[in-house]
């Protein structure tokens, strides 16, 4: 009978780590679906503040959507998105705009650039930076734009639409389907959303290798 030296049991062991962290991270990975609570967070916004999930618990809901700089989608939907909030929030639902790409990848995204952008752009929503990409996965987010709608019951925050803002991102003048718009006005009236889940249209997340 051979003799198992300490060379290969410490091999054994890293691969029984590795693979019992990759099981974890793949675990911890599934994304919300709709009727989940969803957890909070806190992230750094464009004014140097610390912004969480929670402090919007008083609201009726949160329109979470994640976008950013340099696509050219995102670019399309911003003066939609910035209307969005001045229209809803008054009612209870404002935007909460995240930011998921890696700076690293992508420099535009940096904080210092989405500082520029919503001074450019006058962003009257917060416009939050995803450190670590640590928000996004959680819904499931693949695209800039994506949007997840939230509405909140005893100051929790449940997941009741995802998908895009609308049905045309290259001309608002001619969207026939306002998909966002339409999901709140049904949580309004405590109704059912036709359209639960859209596709959404955008530029892919950019991660680190």
């Not at 992230?43 to 503040?49: A, C, H, I, K, R």
């Not at 997840?148 to 803002?165: P, R």
């Amino acid at each position: 009978m051979k003799t198992i030296n300490n060379l290969t049991i410490l091999s054994l062991i890293a691969v029984m780590s590795f693979t019992f962290v990759a099981f974890t991270k793949m675990v911890n990975s599934t994304p919300y679906t709709f009727g989940d609570e969803i957890e909070d967070f806190t992230l750094p916004n464009t004014q140097g503040e610390q912004i969480s999930l929670s402090d919007f618990s008083e609201e009726k809901g949160v329109i979470l959507i994640f976008t950013c700089n340099t696509c050219p989608y995102a670019v399309a939907y911003e003066n939609r998105i910035n209307e969005l909030h001045e229209k809803y929030a008054p009612m209870g639902y404002p935007v909460l705009a995240v930011n998921p790409n890696d700076p690293a990848v992508q420099p535009g995204d940096s904080m210092e650039e989405m500082k520029k952008r919503k001074k450019e752009k006058a962003f009257q929503f917060n416009y939050l930076l995803d450190v670590g990409q640590q928000v996004y996965p959680k819904f499931g987010a693949t695209k800039t734009p994506h949007v997840f709608l939230l509405q909140n019951k005893e100051a929790k925050s449940y997941l009741k639409y995802v998908g895009a803002i609308d049905d045309n991102y290259k001309d608002a003048s001619e969207v026939k389907e306002k998909f966002l718009e339409n999901a709140i006005e049904s949580l309004k009236k405590n109704e059912p959303i036709k359209n639960q889940e859209t596709k959404a249209i955008g530029c892919t997340i950019k991660v680190a290798n």
